[in-house]
């Protein structure tokens, strides 16, 4: 379980020479393709996920909508937005949708094993 993770944080710090942030990755507009200015600040870049993950004609897809929260619930942790968005990000992207996945893969075995039982 925990080997998926030690190569991913691997693969970054060998491949990534800033892999620590202290501050936003900055980077000026580029209006052919999408880099870390579109990360920070949104862009209109045509998008490959399409509707509704991401929104049109201001409407905001999920990706938006996800985006908003995180930077919402933030200001909770710091007056910085940067790093209460950090945080944020952390505790729900990499902590609480893992083990909310995890725990509905242990419900679908435990389902699985009742059914089984029941043949």
Known sequence: MILPW???FGTNYI???NFIRLKPARAAYDKNQC???CHNVACNHASKLGKPFIGTAGQKGYYEQTIAYLKKK???YSD???KGYVVVNMLFLCLGWPLLMYALFLV???QRVKLKELE
Do not use: C, E
Request: hydrophobic share 40%.
């Open 6 to 8: 030690a190569v991913l």
């Open 15 to 17: 491949y990534n020479d």
């Open 35 to 37: 880099n870390w200015h």
């Open 74 to 76: 933030g200001k909770r």
């Open 80 to 82: 910085n937005q940067f």
């Open 108 to 110: 679908v075995i435990k």
